[in-house]
């Protein structure tokens, strides 16, 4: 099966709101180690569209569902613990395929709206909004932490 962009379907279950709010937090922790420790390397997306990450260490196949920015940021003060922190993050961005790596350099690394992504990878920004909440949800869902952003009457049905 292709990495395919999800279906409509599967995207209106997400809230982008909630989405966006938890990869904003983990970018706010990339400025606050950055701020830390001047020798930290973030996981990155080269303009081939390959995420590098230099300083990898293997991961467990374990999701990370406990993970709490707050309790986490006294962890990775510890070079093991952040070296482990992002390789998680590498590994949920290779997940993305080439568009939705574009696309989330552009809304998260760049800070870009959808209308100017639309303007740069020349698509709509319908499209635009489909592929980044696209990603948003693979990348989080590899983190263990996209069942925090389905909308609320899906919890409920869920729990039904």
């Known amino acids: ?25 983990i970018f706010k922790l990339f400025q606050y180690l950055e701020s830390t420790n ?11 569209y390959q995420v590098r990450y230099e300083q990898i260490m293997p991961i467990s196949n374990s999701a990370i569902e406990d993970f709490i920015l707050i309790k986490e940021i006294s962890k990775i003060k510890n070079d093991y613990y952040r070296k482990r922190l ?29 209308y100017d992504i639309a303007k740069v990878i020349n698509w709509g920004h319908k499209k635009v909004r489909q592929v980044r909440k696209s990603a948003c949800i693979k990348f989080l869902s ?19």
């Open 1 to 25: 099966m292709k990495n395919e962009v999800l279906n409509k379907k599967l995207l209106d279950l997400y809230s982008y709101v909630g989405l966006r709010n938890i990869i904003l937090d």
């Open 86 to 114: 992002f390789s998680k993050i590498t590994v949920s961005l290779k997940k993305l395929n080439e568009l939705e790596l574009d696309v989330f350099h552009y809304a998260f690394y760049e800070n870009k709206n959808e």
């Open 38 to 48: 001047e020798k930290i390397n973030i996981p990155r997306i080269t303009r081939g």
């Open 142 to 160: 590899s983190l263990g932490l996209d069942n925090q952003c389905l909308k609320k009457d899906v919890r409920i049905k869920v729990l039904a």
